[in-house]
């Protein structure tokens, strides 16, 4: 069974930071590109990063986090990490991870929600003003 578990939500002051971490299983890890997504109330779902299986190919961070959040990922352990730090209150949403088979897709990029093969569950991420 495929499963992505997110976690490492929570409340924060603006300013403060958070590191959120998606588990995966049930399937190749390492030929997988994993995407962290966000989805606040009334707006559409966002792609804030996305990191290939290895390591030459540069990871993807959205311009409305850049230099703020940072994407890593430990195919030992089948987990892609991201590190949001000066969090604001825009910042405030769901954050979802995602899987797309990487095969023959290149580097990550601004990918839509459609190419991506697996989805978890969100971890919610609020930012106190």
């Known amino acids: 069974e495929v499963q992505l578990q997110a976690s490492g939500g929570g409340l924060v002051q603006a300013g403060g930071s958070l590191r959120l971490s998606c588990a995966a299983s049930?399937?190749?890890?390492?030929?997988?590109?994993i995407g962290w997504y966000r989805q606040a109330p009334g707006k559409e779902r966002e792609q804030v990063a996305c990191i290939s299986p290895t390591s030459y190919r540069s990871p993807y961070t959205s311009d409305s986090v850049k230099g703020r959040f940072t994407i890593s990922r430990d195919n030992a352990k089948n987990t892609v990490y991201l590190q949001m730090n000066s969090l604001k209150p825009e910042d405030a949403a769901v954050y979802f991870c995602a899987a797309r088979a990487s095969a023959g897709v290149g580097r990550c990029s601004r990918w839509g929600p459609t190419n991506y093969d697996y989805w978890g569950q969100g971890t919610q991420v609020t930012v106190s003003s």
């Open positions: 049930g399937f190749r890890f390492d030929d997988y590109a």
